[in-house]
């Protein structure tokens, strides 16, 4: 198992463009997380999975930003019309199940310019 | 809504020093808390995990504890090192997982 993985490592877009990035939990892990952290601040609860169910969606999570995880496995985060505030390290972690030790992958990186 | 705290937010030490870092949380409804470490610019590399039932966790020089009912957990680090150098997390995990702003350790050689 090669753990967690996002993809991009690092995307830098306009500002106004739209930028999806995906997120390959452990396999077997029920429950898949995403979290944004701003330099200097600990990573704040975005949403997160269990299987496909997405159970629970911060305030943080405007409607320019949705999550799916469609088969339970690999999830994707879109960011419409992207804002110069949304520049963040995006990470994604996974557990077995809530509760359970949680894994995080290396993060997506993303500058808007 | 579950609210972490660490304290301090930042440690500076001479190597060789033992610390102590500090997580309180406020809903002691959780079913464990777990300790990360966080290079610059990397992912969150998971220390220890200290389910709701124990008291205390163990790995090497790190030596975790947890108060459920004080809304406390203390991360105890015994003869840094330079390499320690990081921004430790502590994470409470209770339907979801919520994190405190973490604590930026830096030891000196």
């Known amino acids: 198992d090669t753990g967690v993985s996002q993809d991009p490592r690092h995307k830098i877009t306009k500002r106004g463009q739209n930028v999806t990035f995906r997120c390959d939990p452990i396999?077997?892990?029920?429950?898949l997380y995403w979290y944004r952290q701003t330099l200097g601040q600990g990573p704040e609860f975005l949403t997160y999975f269990q299987n496909e169910a997405q159970l629970e969606k911060s305030r943080l999570l405007s409607d320019r930003f949705s999550a799916e995880r469609p088969k339970g496995s690999f999830s994707t985060l879109e960011i419409q019309r992207t804002e110069q505030g949304d520049s963040a390290m995006y990470l994604c972690?996974?557990?077995?199940?809530?509760?359970?030790?949680?894994?995080f992958g290396q993060g997506t990186r993303l500058t808007v310019v | 809504k579950q609210e972490v705290t660490q304290i301090p937010a930042a440690l500076s030490v001479p190597e060789g020093e033992n610390l102590v870092l500090n997580c309180s949380f406020t809903d002691s409804a959780i079913y464990n808390l777990q300790w990360f470490r966080q290079d610059p610019g990397k992912g969150l590399t998971s220390l220890l995990l200290?389910?709701?039932?124990?008291r205390e966790q163990t790995s090497g020089r790190l030596n975790a504890s947890l108060d459920k009912s004080s809304g406390r957990s203390t991360l105890y680090i015994a003869a840094s090192q330079p390499g320690d150098s990081a921004t430790y997390l502590c994470?409470?995990?209770?339907?979801?997982?919520?994190f405190g702003a973490g604590t930026r350790l830096t030891v000196k050689p």
């Open positions: 396999s077997e892990h029920n429950r």
């Open positions: 200290i389910q709701s039932s124990q």
């Open positions: 972690a996974s557990s077995l199940q809530g509760g359970f030790e949680a894994f």
């Open positions: 994470a409470v995990n209770g339907n979801d997982m919520r």
